[in-house]
């Protein structure tokens, strides 16, 4: 093999490798020590790739979102997905979009106001303890964050607070993202925060899993 062809052979090597290894060392820091994204990485995770595999408006669709709806989105990033789901709800629904992190909120509220979009509220909150009386909303919607959260399975309980009693609990989960998780793991945990399986949509790379309560 020739000098300029060993070359390439281990730059396509390592163009190849270097990403799975990034991705697996992050995982497993990410394992042992659980936070919320900073918010300057927001722009960086909505990168063209995942809009292209989780086309926001599509998205929307795919979570069940309907014209009228009262809308709790977890962890908005930088608020594309939701302005999307803020058009699908339309003027006679809502969308509120918590965080823990105050400059993710001020972000989603900038981008809501700089598009026009008038059916938003980003609040600062707690997962654990949200500011809203029991089922306030018609669906909780959270795509790739749910691996963030130190405590998923009281965070779930919290939704299931919130939601009315025939809301929806909404996951989208990609392979991409360091947090994660196994369907069957959210499937048990919801399981056992008092949810029942209503839908499961695509593979083991991009799913989508919708729960409703038991009962």
Do not use: W
């Not at 060993?6 to 042992?32: D, E, G, K, N, Q």
């Not at 989960?173 to 196994?182: A, M, R, S």
């Amino acid at each position: 093999m020739g000098t300029d062809l060993r070359i390439v052979v281990i730059v396509i090597v390592v163009l190849l490798v270097f990403p799975i290894v990034l991705h697996s060392t992050v995982r497993a820091i990410r394992y042992f020590h659980k936070f919320p994204i900073p918010q300057f990485l927001a722009d960086l995770i909505d990168n063209p790739l995942r809009r292209k595999i989780m086309p926001p408006d599509v998205l929307a669709i795919r979570h069940g979102i309907e014209p009228g709806m009262r809308v709790m989105e977890i962890g908005p990033g930088n608020g594309r997905y939701t302005m999307a789901f803020a058009r699908c709800v339309g003027a006679q629904g809502k969308v509120v979009a918590v965080d823990i992190e105050p400059k993710m909120i001020r972000r989603v509220s900038a981008r809501a106001k700089e598009e026009g979009v008038t059916n938003i509220e980003a609040r600062v909150a707690d997962v654990y303890e949200l500011p809203y009386d029991d089922g306030t909303f018609d669906a909780v919607t959270a795509t790739a964050v749910i691996g963030e959260i130190p405590d998923p399975d009281r965070a779930i309980h919290e939704f299931h607070r919130v939601l009315s009693s025939s809301g929806i609990l909404v996951f989208s989960e990609i392979l991409l993202d360091p947090d994660y998780p196994l369907a069957g793991t959210l499937i048990r945990k919801a399981s056992a925060a008092g949810f029942r399986p209503d839908r499961r949509i695509g593979n083991f790379f991009f799913y989508t899993l919708i729960f409703k309560k038991k009962g």
